[in-house]
């Protein structure tokens, strides 16, 4: 298996999870933050373009889900 892209330096923290539906992918991080990207195919490998970032966490994000269409996204994370 190869390593086709990778997000590691897109947080200020460590990227704990990922999560990805329909070309949307969901990163979330150590520094509180969710990131959300437009996954793009670029010859062998993917490229990402960043769509938004939502910062409702006071502390680290430790969890993603998606519902199963793709349009809801639950996150889960420590407490401070």
């Known amino acids: 298996m190869a390593c086709i892209d990778s997000v590691s330096s897109a947080h200020s923290d460590a ?3 990922v999560a990805s539906s329909g070309g949307i992918v969901y990163t979330g991080s150590a520094d509180g933050k ?4 437009r996954a793009s ?5 993917r490229k ?3 769509k938004t970032t939502l910062s409702k966490h006071d502390s680290s994000v430790n969890a993603l889900a ?5 349009a809801g996204l639950a996150s889960g994370g420590a407490a401070e």
Do not use: H
């Open 66 to 70: 998606l519902t199963p269409d793709g």
């Open 15 to 17: 990227v704990n999870f």
């Open 48 to 50: 990402q373009s960043l």
């Open 34 to 37: 969710i990131k959300v990207w």
């Open 41 to 45: 195919a670029s010859g062998d490998r």
